[in-house]
């Protein structure tokens, strides 16, 4: 009777490591494998090892509430996020994976007077960076998402920023896409795997140290998300990273409600509707420094405050699933793609609380930077704009509290 589910192929190969390979990628969470696919799709790279000290996308790519979008306000980031958001367009066909890329339409609620001015700001700059969003009213809110309570208790709804092609895909099938196409490309993705120490010579990476024995390599990228700053000190260098955890949870599921994704920034929490049915849910990053993958207690009951004053109908939902990822903030909420002060070591980092909907374009700008040692889409995300002041503050369009 169980018949049918036996005997399925293995979606990717399990080899045991080599001593050594062109290129070793620290992590196989979606940035990790999005660079090693774009090693081999763009250049042709494919002597690659991808590294991973638990299960491949059981990081934060495993763990986030799915959103996609790219209304950013600062050029560079509209330019990476919207490179994401166009390549997620294409993605399931291109790996021959169905990602459930869902474009249902993303809308960060304005519930203040200082929202709104901002929202329009952003608006106006998207339309000049060529990313399709607009400033839409309350009645438009309305009639995109009928559950929702416009007059609210607190902070009525003034009006969204909309971008009606932004939205959700699966973040498993994300990881298991690009993994199974590196795989059939001839890399290899080693799981249960951990890095523990970065070997150098003269200033110039030589291989990592592992649970498995030492690794070669010629070039080294580090792409650990929340383990970001614990890699680089075995490497000899520090970080402008926090980590901490963000949480979310799921409800049981219920019949179609709602079709877009919602974010309300001032009374803070965002949800959508899974395929199953399940409300998805979260809200705001703890505001202390640890590693325990579960988030602190008292957010759960500030989200669902949050989400129950703006959707009265889910007030009696019960909530299914809770769980924590460690995700690695910088001070301006802007990601790290960058050479290091090792020779040949690259690092991709500090995507924070929103590095799901930047997958594609993160991998395939880390793998540009690896092989030519820059990349157009990268050059503003580079380590020396801390030391130089030239940050890229994103704080705002971050959507989460942090
Ligand atoms: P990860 O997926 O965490 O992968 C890093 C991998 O490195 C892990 O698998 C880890 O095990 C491995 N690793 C660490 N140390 C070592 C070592 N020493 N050796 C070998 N391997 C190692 N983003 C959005 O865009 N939209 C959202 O809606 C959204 N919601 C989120 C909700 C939550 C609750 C969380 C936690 C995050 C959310 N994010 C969201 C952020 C997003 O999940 C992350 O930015 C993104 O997944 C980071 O991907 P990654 O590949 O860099 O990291
Ligand atoms: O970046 O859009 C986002 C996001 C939503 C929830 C967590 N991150």
């Known amino acids: 009777a169980f018949r049918q589910h036996t005997g399925w192929p293995r979606a990717w190969a399990s080899p045991e490591p080599r001593e050594r390979y062109d290129v070793i990628i620290v992590g196989a969470g979606g940035h990790g494998l999005a660079t ?52 997620y367009e294409t993605l ?6 169905n990602l459930m890329f869902s474009p249902r339409g993303v809308m ?13 700001r952003t608006a106006e700059a ?21 559950i929702i309570n416009i007059e609210g208790p607190r902070y009525p709804v003034l009006g969204a920023l ?8 699966r973040h498993d099938a994300v990881a298991w896409g690009y993994a ?32 498995r024995g030492d690794i070669g390599c010629n070039k080294l990228g580090i792409v650990v998300a929340g383990h970001s700053g614990v890699l680089a000190q075995m490497a ?57 993958q579960r988030g602190s207690f008292h957010h759960i009951e500030e989200t669902v405050r949050a989400l129950c004053e703006t959707f009265p109908i889910i007030s009696r939902l ?43 374009g993160s991998g395939w700008a880390m793998a540009e930077l690896m092989v030519k040692g820059e990349s157009p889409l990268a050059a503003e995300f580079g380590l020396n704009r801390f030391r130089e002041g030239r940050f890229i503050d994103e704080s705002v369009a971050a959507g989460v509290a942090h």
């Open 126 to 146: 998207n339309a000049l960076q060529g990313v399709e969003t607009e400033f839409i009213g309350r009645e438009r809110v309305k009639e995109l998402c009928p």
């Open 236 to 292: 000899g260098f520090r970080l402008p990273i926090e980590s901490v955890a963000l949480q979310a949870m799921v409800s049981e599921p219920v019949k179609p409600c709602m079709d877009v994704v919602v974010m309300a920034n001032t009374v803070h929490g965002y949800m959508s509707q899974s395929d199953k049915g399940e409300m998805v849910i979260g809200g705001g990053a703890d505001g202390f420094n640890n590693y325990t």
């Open 162 to 169: 909309w971008q009606p092609r932004g939205g959700t895909a």
């Open 180 to 211: 199974r196409a590196c795989s059939d490309m001839g890399m290899h993705i080693i799981q249960r795997c951990e890095v523990t120490g970065i070997r150098t010579e003269g200033g110039r990476v030589t291989g990592v140290s592992t649970t």
């Open 318 to 360: 019960k909530m299914l699933r809770q769980w924590g990822g460690i995700v690695d903030m910088t001070g301006d909420r802007s990601p790290i793609i960058s050479k290091t002060p090792v020779e040949n070591i690259f690092i991709n980092c500090g995507w924070g609380t929103g590095g799901f909907k930047a997958i594609p």
């Open 92 to 97: 399931s066909q291109e790996l021959n994976f």
């Open 36 to 87: 090693a696919y774009y090693l081999g799709r763009n250049f042709g790279i494919t002597n690659v090892a991808v590294l991973e000290k638990g299960w491949l996308g059981g990081g934060n790519t495993g763990r986030n509430t799915t959103i996609i979008r790219s209304n950013y306000l600062q050029d560079a980031s509209a330019a990476i996020y919207e490179k994401a958001r166009s390549l």
């Open 108 to 120: 960060m609620l304005a519930q203040t007077e200082h929202e709104v001015r901002g929202y329009r």
